[in-house]
């Protein structure tokens, strides 16, 4: 959903879903990841090699469930902790992201205030006052009544498209500026709209009994919003909002599988052509508030292709079925809705975003529905972590600034330097060896490898912040604050020249992205530590752990929606027909092999192959590069058999430990829905039986149940 008027996206391919995270410190026992606070928190050792090979199952066999053979010892031991939906390595991480930061923020809490630097003093600020929960609840609902007051008076469309159109307010429509993907020497706007408060279209179209169960009390807790605004008959209005989310889902809205399609979601449209679609809606003047007036063009994801269009992209009628009437049908609605209705959706969607600014009501009833109910999760984040997630979102490179001056060692980004050349020689070796591509297409995509732009660690430049002011007892305004001052940066993007040096994501961030239009790869330092990394590691886990995300990232360059990007980030179509048609070929048989993966409701509900298929390229790309990085890096080595395990058995190990997790059902369906990663365990069976490699180190035969066929696995780069 959309908090502002005109939301900031990255257009990036991430390893997982982007959170908050974590480095390593100088003070922790590498090889000993006992990061948290809370005793009833997981805990996870890591030997004296990188891996605890007393973890490894004595009772599973490698080839029946990989997975589980790494990692079910841990999970049997380590039961989901009442605040998480899902718990693994990843949240670890991040788990050490938060309180390596809250060690920074503590310093500079005790400090004498009249010491503190003008930096230091907004951190501390913007910090302690989403701390102070007796300030917010005996604030009530002053701070948001402006907002809310001038919502409600805003009674026709134009009044209320201004108000849409400024910083803070919920908005229906939005957009942000981003590299031209057709001409990367440019920025220009691209524009959208949600307009949903469920995770996904096809929760308003679910018509089993959790289904409706989770409408009606979506409904309850809408109504509970609206009551608090003022609204005499609250349940009749959540009814009305209801029915405006309900038709943009069926009709509006398209299928998360289409919109993948980079190709059909590319539409460069002019300023007459979005007036002509928007009726009475003065798109123009929301524009021009903003600064996106200023764009050469505006690329919209969601225009329903014509005839022709479709016919060049070989849309079937099952996808046709599945597209929207996009953003012509978005403002059309837009026009027909009474503004009572709008009025009404925009006052539900501020409060509901806001909800964790509010009495702790309000911040319940959000985490009771969004939370325990959608998710499963028992208990809510505790404040101080969610705290130390709210400054990071206004000032997240000032904290990182210092975070990684203390936690990031210089010889860890030297280390990943060497890791991300030897990955580079193995995809270069790779495509020279594919016998299913064509000279003319592996010369272009060698020219890609070479023009990959590696990024570790953190940007020189971290940002600063300039004109950001902070209160010191209004959390409300520091969090409109800024996420004004970023809309207001991102727009002033338009015109210039392209900044190669920006991040979209922090040093203490635990994840790593490929951003196509730059053709970069990005690993913050956060995620340089165990299970990913560490100098005490053996080279085998090195390569098998942080080799594969960097692989994986690599791969994004090259996978189903990544390779319609040349070497210069421009989306254009550089294969020849046969070439592109072999590697579809490859893809669709993955997307079979996954389709197969059915966890739920014995095996009725099922992984979208389809959905999740980059995903899967880059999982499965991404370790076969990094197993031929690492025969690279060994090559004339006497590679040592360490606890009874050799140098290959020993890299599967470390990339299926990366993936150990898990999650509660709830957590599991809601991801199955709107999740382009596929959950963890496929994330590790899926890739290594399709892997010759891992078969012949593991002994892994017909009989085994994760065995495939020679001729059905599935092997692209």
């Known amino acids: 959903m959309i908090r502002t008027a005109f939301a900031i996206s990255a257009s990036a391919l991430a390893l997982v879903l982007a959170s908050p995270a974590v480095a390593q410190s100088g003070e922790t026992d590498p090889n000993q990841a006992n990061y948290l606070q809370e005793e009833r928190t997981p805990t996870m050792s890591f030997g004296t090699w990188g891996v605890d090979s007393e973890l490894l199952s004595d009772s599973i066999n490698p080839g029946d469930d990989f997975f589980a053979y790494v990692n079910q010892e841990w999970l049997d031991a380590n039961p989901l902790p009442a605040e998480f939906s899902r718990f693994g390595a990843f949240n670890l991480l991040r788990e050490k992201s938060t309180t390596d930061v809250k060690a920074l923020l ?412 730059k053709n970069e790869i990005v690993f913050p330092a956060a995620i340089l530590q165990q299970p990913f990394f560490a100098l005490t590691n053996d080279p085998a886990v090195n390569y098998g752990a942080i080799g594969g995300v960097i692989g994986h990232e690599i791969g994004h360059g090259f996978d189903d929606q990544g390779s319609k990007y040349d070497a210069t980030g421009a989306l254009r179509n550089w294969w020849t027909d046969a070439d592109r048609g072999n590697f579809d070929k490859r893809g669709d048989a993955l997307v079979e092999q996954y389709n197969a993966f059915c966890p739920l409701d014995n095996g009725k509900t099922c992984v979208n192959g389809r959905y999740t298929l980059g995903e899967n390229i880059g999982d499965l790309g991404g370790l076969s590069l990094a197993y031929r990085a690492y025969k690279l890096a060994t090559a004339g080595e006497d590679v040592p058999v360490i606890d009874g395990l050799t140098g290959d058995q020993r890299f599967f190990i470390a990339w299926a430990q990366v993936w150990r997790s898990q999650q509660r059902e709830e957590n599991y369906r809601q991801r199955l829905r709107t999740d382009s990663h596929s959950p963890e365990e496929y994330r590790t069976n899926g890739v290594v039986r399709n892997m010759e490699e891992w078969y012949e180190a593991f002994g892994v035969t017909p009989e085994h149940a994760l065995y495939l066929p020679p001729e059905q696995r599935v092997r692209i780069w």
């Open 106 to 517: 503590d310093e500079l809490v005790a400090k004498d205030p009249a010491a503190l630097t003008a930096d230091e003093r907004r951190i501390v600020q913007f910090h302690d006052a989403f701390l102070d929960t007796d300030a917010i609840n005996a604030a009530g609902l002053a701070p948001v009544r402006p907002y809310l007051n001038a919502l409600a008076t805003a009674t026709t469309l134009d009044q209320l498209a201004a108000l849409w159109a400024k910083p803070g307010y919920a908005s229906p429509l939005g957009g942000f500026v981003n590299v031209d993907a057709k001409q990367p020497d440019r920025y220009v706007a691209y524009l959208g709209f949600d307009g949903l408060g469920l995770p996904d279209r096809d929760y308003y179209l679910d018509t089993s009994e959790k289904g409706q169960e989770i409408q009606a009390a979506y409904r309850d807790y809408m109504a509970l919003l609206l009551e608090a605004a003022g609204y005499a008959d609250p349940a009749a209005a959540a009814a009305a909002v209801y029915n405006l989310e309900d038709r943009i889902a069926r009709h509006i809205s398209w299928d998360r599988t289409i919109q993948r399609n980079r190709d059909l979601t590319y539409n460069a449209v002019t300023m007459a052509e979005l007036k002509g679609m928007a009726g009475d809606l003065p798109v123009a003047d929301m524009l021009g508030t903003i600064g996106l007036d200023k764009s050469p063009i505006f690329v919209v994801a969601t225009m329903p292709p014509s005839d022709e269009k479709a016919a060049e992209l070989g849309l079937s009628k099952e996808t046709l079925a599945k597209i929207g009437t996009g953003m012509p049908g978005m403002m059309a609605l837009l026009n027909e809705m009474p503004v009572s209705t709008l009025q009404a959706w925009s006052i539900k969607q501020f409060l509901s975003d806001r909800s964790h600014l509010l009495p702790v009501k309000y911040d319940t009833a959000q985490f009771e529905f969004y939370g325990k109910l959608l998710r499963g999760t028992p208990e809510q984040r505790p404040r101080w972590k969610r705290a130390i997630s709210a400054v990071e979102g206004g000032l997240g490179e000032l904290i990182g600034k210092s975070y990684v001056a203390r936690y990031f060692p210089p010889e860890n980004k030297a280390a990943m330097e060497d890791l991300v050349e030897n990955l580079r020689k193995a995809v270069a070796q790779s495509i020279d060896e594919i016998e299913w591509m064509g000279d003319a297409t592996k010369q272009q995509a060698l020219a890609k490898l070479d023009s990959f732009d590696p990024k570790i660690g953190y940007r020189d430049n971290l940002e600063t912040y300039p004109g950001l002011e902070v209160s010191a007892d209004n959390p409300l305004a520091n969090e409109i604050a800024a996420e004004a001052w970023a809309q207001a940066d991102n727009v002033a993007k338009l015109g210039q020249p392209i900044d190669r040096t920006e991040w979209f994501m922090l040093p203490q961030t635990v994840n790593a992205y490929y951003n196509p239009t």
